[in-house]
């Protein structure tokens, strides 16, 4: 059962690559105003689109692309969750937390994987969850501004803890979010 669900994440993997390569889908999608969800984007490409706020969830802190951000005034974050899998409730409210004080102070945020469909939406609809949505309502958002999500079962696991968790362990709840 394992294997079929990373042969299906594979091929949706290469899908979604391919698309990008050719154009037919954009590597970062908005979410609403002040919060956008993606993959790795040329750091030039972020500063000229406004992004005040870069939080990448790849695996390695790329210093480069850091420096780049912060020399051109984007702030940059980096919390490091594998690839393909999902974050403990804990990490996923920390990330929850700075998202909901920069879009608090009306920045443009951007979270980032690499392909920006498993790690990125899995926080983007961990941070819905936390401002009062459903589970199912959080991922059909996120699906409606980036089509190409898909969470594979760790990552689904990883967003239903979160929900469990963060009823026992409420956020503060700043500004509702208003989903284009």
Avoid at 8 to 24: D, E, P, Q, S, Y
Avoid at 104 to 115: D, F, I, R, S
Wanted: hydrophobic share 40%.
């Amino acid at each position: 059962m394992e294997n079929s669900g990373l042969l299906v994440g594979g091929i949706h993997a290469r899908i979604t690559k391919t698309m990008a390569v050719l154009g037919l889908c954009p590597n970062v999608s908005k979410i609403d105003e002040y919060l956008w969800v993606g993959g790795i984007n040329s750091p030039k490409l972020l500063a000229e689109q406004n992004f005040k706020v870069v939080i990448d969830l790849r695996e390695a802190e790329d210093s480069k692309y850091k420096s780049f951000l912060r020399n051109h005034g984007v702030e940059y974050f980096n919390f490091q969750i594998p690839d393909r899998y999902g974050a403990p409730p804990n990490t996923l409210a920390q990330i929850v937390a700075l998202i909901n004080e920069k879009v608090g102070q009306n920045l443009k945020v951007l979270v980032h994987c690499n392909l920006g469909r498993g790690r990125s939406a899995l926080v983007i609809a961990a941070y819905l969850v936390s401002r009062g949505m459903t589970l199912e309502e959080a991922l059909k958002t996120v699906k409606k501004g980036r089509s190409v999500t898909y969470l594979n079962r760790r990552q689904m696991q990883s967003l239903t803890e979160f929900a469990e968790w963060s009823k026992q362990h409420p956020t503060v709840k700043q500004k509702k979010t208003s989903v284009v």
